[in-house]
């Protein structure tokens, strides 16, 4: 039983670096929609102030 749990972990364990690798990202890419978003909004008359 114990050996089928060592290859869980370091599944676990690959997916949480891949995550914390892909978050900045996510976190990016998110911050780049906003300000696209916030540009397209001025541009039509309506800037939103933050």
């Avoid at 089928?4 to 978050?23: A, C, F, N, R, V």
Wanted: aromatic residues 4%.
């Amino acid at each position: 039983m114990k050996n089928q749990i060592l290859p869980d972990l370091e599944k676990l364990k690959q997916y949480i670096e891949l995550q914390s690798k892909i978050q900045p990202v996510t976190s990016f890419v998110d911050n780049v929609e906003q300000e696209l978003n916030d540009s397209l909004e001025c541009a039509s008359g309506s800037c939103p102030i933050r």
